[in-house]
């Protein structure tokens, strides 16, 4: 009996401490913006997309204090990533694109088929 209890408590520790990391892991996405359906180009510049985005939005490009690609699952294009000063930044992006239309050709001009330059791109905040 003395270690079912002991077993059971320890499962609870380890449960508990799980869910500590998957916070911690959050809160450091706190001031992450992922930016969606922009396919990865052959000279890609990540710095001159995040300016044609913010000057699309009417924010400042220097909130931005890293911009980098994450490789994508399965097959599926990645996600941009921008890291903002602060977590309020996010949420200022995030506004203004809702109250902004982004297509992708807005950001990347030289998309050659109409249907994709139509496409909307997508801003959300990062998650785990």
Known sequence: M???NQNTHLKLKVNAMEQQIRNMDQKLLDNVLEITRIPKGKNENLEELSSKLASKLNIEKRQVSMVKRLKGMGGKEGVIQLVLQQEEQVNQWIRAA?????AMEDIIPNVTNPDVAKTRVILRRALT
């Open 2 to 4: 003395y270690l079912t």
């Open 98 to 102: 809702r109250r902004e239309t982004i």
